[in-house]
């Protein structure tokens, strides 16, 4: 059965606007903390957004949750295990760091690493190559 | 009658791409020219039918057919008609047939243009793009054929979808077709040097005015995805890392690092191999891309409609088209050796550094993108790869590429870097530096380290760009095509970085509830609601609300933000209300109605985010430039390959 | 003729790619399996539909096995399986507790006159927070709560009674139904 049916009537409203009208944040700083919490996690019924993006009941519902555990003095952690307690970590945009996602969170300095190597490794043999036949370097026409 | 013979001509088209490929391919491999010439023929023959198949859908469109499915779902009565031309390419079938047409084009420039190719070379090409032609039409007259009939005919369509309707995004999808379609040609290009086994590097200097033409289409594409993104979907945003458009900035990044590479194998007959794959994998990730958003593996805002259906036929496309190639690399390319050599700190020691970077980049984004489907396949559970992680790794290789790009320009081929070219580079990097300190504190108020960063590497590639035309005009060297395309390419890589780390860094958003009457204030800009009134359009209803904006006490605007319901029914649609300044976007968007008069607006203030499209238009720009370098347009005696020639032990 | 790993690199990776697609062509990528599987049900006690004065808790049915049904009158899904909860209900092997999600109290009301009553009782949960509780992300859902309260099985979307024999009968006993 296509998962779109299922959703019902609930609006996958990906152009409508998300705004929350229950006011900012006293604190610029909660305020912030707010904007990062609610871009981090994900819209379950939507096609891709996050909660801070899409206008659907459940999102605004997810976002009044998160605007409620911070009043309640929870922390980041607190409320994202709140999230994850009820849906997984499949309502995070921001993927946990766990054994499953070393291989993803790694990969940055990994790739780069592995990167520079090999282009230090052909350098070299290119440098060797130079300095074996420097002679060969002066023959070879200039092109520009 | 006409959708049938659009349906015809189609399956013509598919019989022509089949005979070009059999009489290109064939008549290269028995060296018999008047197979090579049906070939070429066949060539004109798929364009001329896929163009009238084209034309018959678009006549259907316009017509107003509803007897043609295709037309009934996605047009109706009402839409202007410039936005039921473009509907032609709003779903998966047309957009089939777009890539089709854009694929008999290409191939038609492609065979016209390379007289001065040696002959079963030229057929080896056009034989491959002709099976590739065979792979697309197939698919579109198995599974889905843009023409079939729907009985009873509606009386009216759905309509395209109001998210559509817009200038921008109408244009969008065949620009960015022809990049992603554009690819093939060096991708053919490489798999006939593969598969002929040569060794010298002349097809480098063929393949690069093909590869920079494409890829310049696609900065484009891309470019207008982004910029419609940030005034139509109503919240600002301008990139989301969806997997969508991560499948379209993938081949994006190979085709920069092949170009880069195709530099070094013109210029030395260096990085054989590594051009060929990258000219592989570009087009690869082309057709990966088109198996993402049509398949159902990934969830995306951007997906056609989806069919797993379809994505069998696709994968299996994608795998013999990739495997082939693949395998035919593994085969022909560890004879490609050369013996040339370089110094440290030459030009091609920093575009291999600067290819490794973009490479890392690429494998980023195609592990996180397709990481929740690793973890699914492998039943590790269900995850999500979203922004959050995309923007901090991005900038790993980024943040190093930006840096060694200011200095690559001018460091020489061969040789090390001069100093002074040293000096010149230092006292660029340090005014970067300084001025980006005092221009965050003076203009913005604040220090912050990444930004700091970010508009230093701005400042640094943009200064080290023109130096490198001041120093020629000083030295009265000319400025040839390359060179200078290269210069505004890379300024424009310059002003992008500009804009993203202005816009990431100090924009500020703000929801609030208004009455007519009452204001809020954004960054020193006053938004006063004065106005809201009802607005009929061709086929949609619309709230509109007039926004002053002020500063200081003077009106600097009136913003126009509304929200649409289209006529065909559907979600509401926000327009945003845009002004664009030197500086800085102002952003007004309508949200709900609360009652009692009150409205939700979102109010945005956006510093230099026009940059980052400017800076896009400078790269496409660059390239283009560089493609009509005189030297393409010659016919080219390449005396790299000369040298090579005599220096392996030759061909086959 | 020996071909060096380096060149056979590319072939391989993209063989694994092609394997990965060719299971992801099976899988449902936004089909969420529930967190709370194995866990116990979480708890509430909510206004009862018909009788706001009276409370429907996730108590009510502790030491036996039972059905919650998550449903809104706005819902299609809901509409659809409609038929089939009430067979279920008409097998009388669980009770099935109904959970009004986000929507208007006499819209419910009636519906459930027009359309048959299926459920034991019915939780009105106007705000969705007991929704989000359970990691309810779209209706219908259903949930299986053994007689201790942990909650067994979960199904996303329209119940068919072809579901309800694969995934939830065979549950039924070591679950503890009354």
């Known amino acids: ?144 | 009658m006409i959708p049938e013979l659009g349906h015809f001509t189609l399956i013509l088209a598919l019989l022509l791409a089949i005979a070009q490929a059999v009489f290109s391919l064939g008549g290269a491999a028995r060296r018999h020219a008047g197979w090579m010439a049906a070939g070429r023929s066949a060539v004109v023959g798929q364009f001329v039918f896929v163009a009238l198949s084209f034309a018959a859908l678009t006549y259907a469109f316009v017509q107003r057919d509803f007897s043609v499915l295709y037309v009934a779902t996605n047009s109706n009565s009402e839409l202007p008609t410039f936005y039921r031309v473009a509907a032609v390419w709003g779903a998966h079938e047309g957009s089939l047939l777009l890539w089709s047409l854009s694929l008999a084009i290409w191939s038609l420039a492609a065979t016209a243009l390379s007289g001065s190719l040696d002959l079963p070379f030229r057929s080896r090409v056009i034989g491959i793009l002709g099976l590739i032609s065979i792979g697309f039409l197939l698919f579109m007259l198995t599974t889905s054929n843009p023409f079939e009939r729907l009985v009873p005919a509606a009386s009216d369509g759905n309509d395209l979808n109001p998210l559509l309707q817009d200038f921008a995004l109408a244009i969008h999808p065949p620009i960015l077709y022809m990049g992603y379609v554009g690819f093939a040609v060096a991708f053919a290009f490489a798999c006939a040097t593969l598969l002929e086994g040569r060794l010298d590097a002349a097809w480098a200097r063929w393949t690069r005015p093909w590869t920079l033409a494409a890829w310049l289409c696609l900065t484009i594409g891309i470019a207008l995805g982004s910029w419609w993104a940030y005034y139509e979907l109503g919240w600002g945003g301008w990139w989301f890392w969806d997997p969508v458009e991560n499948a379209s900035f993938m081949p994006w990044l190979a085709g920069t690092a092949l170009i880069h590479s195709l530099a070094v194998t013109e210029k030395r007959g260096l990085f054989k191999s590594w051009t060929l794959l990258l000219a592989v994998t570009a087009f690869s990730l082309s057709l990966l891309g088109t198996f993402l958003v049509r398949s159902g593996v990934l969830i995306s805002v951007h997906a056609f409609a989806t069919d797993p259906a379809r994505g069998i036929f696709i994968l299996g496309f994608l795998t013999a088209v990739i495997g082939g190639a693949l395998l035919l690399y593994a085969w022909r390319a560890p004879q490609l050796k050369s013996s040339a050599g370089f110094e440290v700190t030459s030009r091609e020691s920093f575009l291999l550094f600067n290819n490794a970077f973009l490479v890392a980049a690429l494998g980023l984004i195609l592990l996180g993108t397709l990481y929740p489907l690793f973890m699914d396949a492998l039943e590790l559970g269900k995850i999500s790869v979203g922004p959050p992680y995309f923007e901090l790794v991005f900038l790993v290789p980024m943040l190093p590429l930006l840096a060694l790009l200011g200095v690559g320009m001018h460091a020489a081929w061969k040789r090390g870097l001069l100093s002074g070219a040293r000096n010149r580079l230092l006292a660029i990097g340090g005014t970067a530096l300084v001025v980006s300190l005092v221009a965050g504190a003076a203009v913005y108020g604040e220090i912050r380290p990444l930004t700091t960063i970010g508009f230093a590497l701005a400042l640094w590639v943009m200064g080290s760009s023109l130096a490198i035309l001041v120093a020629r005009l000083r030295a009265r060297l000319p400025i040839p095509g390359a060179v200078l395309g290269m210069v505004i390419a890379h300024f424009g890589v310059g002003v992008s970085t500009l804009g993203i780390t202005g816009v990431q860094s100090f924009k500020i958003e703000k929801d609030v509830a208004l009455a007519v009457g009452e204001a809020a204030t954004v960054a020193d800009y006053d938004f006063r609601l004065t106005a809201l009134r009802d607005v009929k359009g061709p086929n949609f209803l619309a709230v509109e609300a007039d926004v002053v904006v002020s500063r200081a006490g003077q009106q600097v605007t009136i913003l126009h933000p509304q929200k649409r319901l289209y006529n065909s029914g559907g979600n509401p649609m926000t327009e945003a209300g845009i002004e664009v300044g030197a500086g800085r976007d102002l952003f007004a968007a309508l949200g709900d109605d609360l009652g009692q008069g009150r409205w939700s607006l979102r109010l945005q203030y956006k510093p230099l985010i026009r940059y980052i499209w400017l800076g896009a238009l400078l790269i496409a720009l660059g390239g283009g430039i560089a493609a009509f370098d005189r030297r393409y347009r010659r016919r080219a005696e390449s005396t790299v390959a000369a040298t090579e020639a005599a220096a392996t032990t030759g061909r086959r | 003729m020996k071909i060096p790993v380096r060149f056979v690199v590319p072939a391989i990776v993209f063989a694994a790619l092609v394997g990965f697609f060719i299971v992801g062509l099976r899988l449902n990528p936004g089909e969420i399996q529930s967190p709370l599987i194995g866990k116990p049900a979480p708890a509430f006690s909510l206004e009862s539909l018909g009788d706001p004065s009276s409370k429907v808790s996730s108590t009510d049915f502790s030491g036996q096995a039972w059905l919650l049904n998550v449903w809104a009158t706005w819902c299609a899904g809901c509409r659809q399986e409609h038929e089939t909860l009430l067979a279920i209900a008409r097998e009388n092997r669980v009770p099935m507790l109904g959970l009004n999600w986000r929507d208007d109290r006499a819209l419910a009301s009636r519906w459930l006159a027009q359309l048959g009553n299926p459920y034991v009782s019915v939780a009105f949960d106007p705000e969705g927070r007991t929704a989000i509780d359970w990691g309810v992300y779209g209706a219908p859902e259903t949930f299986l709560i053994a007689a201790d309260g942990t909650v067994l099985q979960k199904h996303i979307g329209t119940m068919s009674l072809a579901v309800w024999e694969r995934d939830f009968v065979p549950l039924l006993a070591p679950a503890g139904e009354g």
């Open chain 1, 1 to 144: 059965m296509r998962f779109a049916v299922l959703i019902g009537g609930l609006l996958l409203a990906a152009q409508a606007l998300a705004i929350d009208t229950g006011g900012a944040f006293e604190d610029p700083a909660e305020q912030e903390r707010y904007e990062r919490l609610i871009r981090d996690l994900r819209c379950l019924v939507c096609q891709n957004q996050s909660i801070a993006d899409s206008n659907a009941t459940l999102a605004s519902d997810l976002r009044r949750e998160v605007r409620e555990l911070m009043i309640a003095g929870q922390s980041d952690d607190q409320i994202r295990v709140f999230m994850t307690d009820r849906y997984g970590d499949f309502v995070l945009y921001r993927p946990p760091v766990k054994p499953r996602t070393w291989l993803l969170w790694s990969a940055p300095v990994l790739l780069l690493l592995g990167g520079i190597g090999i282009a230090v490794f052909v350098v070299a043999r290119r440098v060797r190559a130079a300095q074996a036949n420097p002679a060969a370097l002066d023959e070879e026409p200039e092109q520009r």
